[in-house]
């Protein structure tokens, strides 16, 4: 039996007022629509999730023009990612960013991936990062090469000098001193940018500066076992033995700075180098040549003339050509000495290179070498490399006087090359032994008979000097003006007394005519006068051939 059978006639059941119940569905329409949204809402919040790159943390010193939700990740100009918040590292000793990359970026995200901050810069190179001035700093990410994924990357603040996967090769280059060398110098081979400083650091157990440096290729080629490595300052001064040196580089190394390397002239190339390689970092291409001869003689040298002028690399000659260095000025001043000198004498340290002669004998050949040298008389002195520098070098010479006089000595475990004294030495001494003959003199006399002859050249030079204020006294007395005056007037009259008399004036024609008359009267006295030398008598006779005149009385006419 069921509800309905149960229902009797006029009950409440057929009452058609009464409210019927009837069966509902269980779920409204009304919820369709929310289900709706609320299964949107999901797939797009799924959606959202799915599409969501991976997270990544980035290490950094400083958050300088980081933002949190505005700096944005780009690679190659194209954004691959945000950072979203900006903290500081629970140690405080820097700034931990949190970054949401694109799902584009995940393969990029290696282990090797090189991270930096794009912002304006001023450096050797020039300016860079002009397009962050309105835009704001970025981070560049470079990606790796590695097959390591990873999520935790350091951001560095200078871009990679090489990205991971450049073709190259890359060296360690140590100093002993402190350089300029900074992260980004260039590397350059004959004038040609060839690579770049990519990191510089002090290490503090071996005290040196350690510097990595890339070559990119194909100048890796150029890398082989004997090469050198030295800075190039662009402008080189040196002041040697060998007088002033100026050496003046490129236009970019004066401004820049960097480093060079080539192989010395006088030595092979040798073989190709490995990566990671650790060279010598010298300070300039002399030291740097000097450093490939590796193969050396050491001596001790004890100087007992002044050693100032003379310097760690200086040169040592023989007959003009350079066989070796000093290598230390003074050397070991303190080690115990051979009580047989009696003398003070400063140690100095040289290296005899025979390589620098082309020469590879046996070091302990060249040995024997000089020790039969040395019995021939071969002595090390000082002399003077410039005489404007002052600068000393070390000079090998023979001898005679020493032949057979050598004897082996050795100072703090290495031989002593046996010493002559220096030419300026042998002059001091010189002048010392004549200074002497000088003080032996007797001085006191000469200096007596030398006042005399100076006083006796005083009182001269006195009376000279007032015959000459005599002089100017009588010159400049009226009368002697006013006799040059009456002799200028002299000359002026007798000037024109002889010219009264020249050929053209009156009284030399009458001198002329007079002369003539004078010569014709003459020549018509000359008969007479041969007649009266010739005949005397003729004054008185007119002729010997008549007859003696015949004395008369005188008549009286001529009486009266």
Do not use: C
Not at 142 to 162: C, K, L, M, T, Y
Not at 379 to 391: D, N
């Amino acid at each position: 039996m069921t509800d309905g059978d149960t229902r009797t006639p006029g009950s409440e059941q057929d009452d058609p007022h009464r409210a019927t119940p009837t069966r509902q569905s269980r779920l409204s329409p009304v919820w369709i629509v929310p289900l709706v949204a609320l299964f949107i809402g999901a797939w797009l919040v799924y959606d959202n999730y799915s599409s969501r790159g991976p997270l990544i943390s980035l290490h950094m010193p400083t958050a300088e023009g980081i933002e949190a939700g505005k700096t944005l990740i780009k690679t190659r100009n194209v954004e691959v990612g945000q950072v979203e918040t900006v903290r500081l590292s629970e140690d405080l000793s820097g700034v931990e960013i949190t970054a949401r990359m694109t799902p584009e970026a995940d393969p990029m995200l290696v282990e090797d991936s090189y991270f930096w901050v794009v912002k304006p810069r001023i450096g050797r190179g020039g300016i860079s990062g002009l397009g962050t001035v309105l835009s704001g700093a970025y981070i560049q990410l470079e990606p790796g090469e590695s097959d390591v994924s990873d999520n935790s990357f350091d951001v560095h603040d200078q871009p990679p000098v090489a990205s991971p996967g450049a073709e190259g090769i890359r060296l360690t280059l140590v100093s002993q001193t402190g350089s300029s060398l900074k992260v980004a110098d260039p590397v350059v081979y004959q004038g040609i940018n060839v690579g770049q400083v990519e990191e510089a650091k002090f290490d503090v157990k071996s005290q040196t500066m350690q510097h990595r440096i890339f070559i990119e290729s194909p100048y890796d080629q150029l890398v082989t076992e004997n090469t050198r490595f030295w800075t190039a300052s662009g402008l080189d001064v040196s002041l040697g033995a060998d007088g002033i040196q100026v050496k003046v580089g490129s236009l970019e190394s004066l401004i820049g700075g960097g480093l060079t390397f080539g192989v010395p002239e006088d030595i092979p190339a040798g073989a190709p180098v490995e990566a990671d390689t650790t060279f010598q970092l010298y300070t300039d291409e002399e030291e740097a040549r000097q450093g490939s001869f590796n193969r050396h003689l050491d001596y001790v040298l004890l100087v007992e003339d002044t050693v100032r002028g003379l310097s760690k690399g200086a040169p040592v000659e023989f007959r003009g050509v350079r066989i070796g260095t000093v290598a230390a000025v003074p050397w070991n001043f303190s080690s115990i000495r051979d009580e047989q000198r009696d003398t003070l004498a400063i140690p100095v340290l040289i290296r005899i290179e025979p390589q620098r002669l082309g020469l590879e004998m046996d070091i302990d050949e060249w040995k024997t070498r000089y020790e039969r040298l040395f019995n021939a008389g071969l002595r090390a002195t000082l002399k003077s490399g410039s005489l404007i520098t002052g600068a000393l070098f070390v000079e090998l010479k023979f001898d005679p006087a020493l032949r057979g006089q050598y004897t082996a000595e050795t100072f703090a475990g290495r031989p002593v090359f046996p010493t002559s004294r220096s030419g300026l030495a042998q002059i001091q001494s010189q002048v010392t032994a004549l200074l002497d003959k000088l003080n032996k003199l007797d001085v006191e006399s000469v200096l007596s008979g030398l006042d005399r002859n100076l006083q006796v050249s005083e009182a001269t030079l006195n009376q000279a000097k007032e015959l000459v204020s005599h002089m100017n006294q009588l010159l400049g007395s009226p009368e002697t003006q006013n006799l040059l005056g009456n002799l200028n007037s002299t000359l002026q009259e007798l000037k024109r007394t002889i010219g009264g008399i020249s050929p053209n004036s009156d009284a030399y024609q009458d001198l002329t005519r007079t002369l003539d008359e004078v010569e014709t009267l003459m020549r018509d006295l000359q008969p007479a006068a041969r007649k009266i030398s010739d005949k005397p008598s003729s004054l008185i006779f007119d002729s010997l051939d008549t007859e003696d005149p015949i004395p008369r009385a005188p008549n009286t006419r001529s009486s009266q």
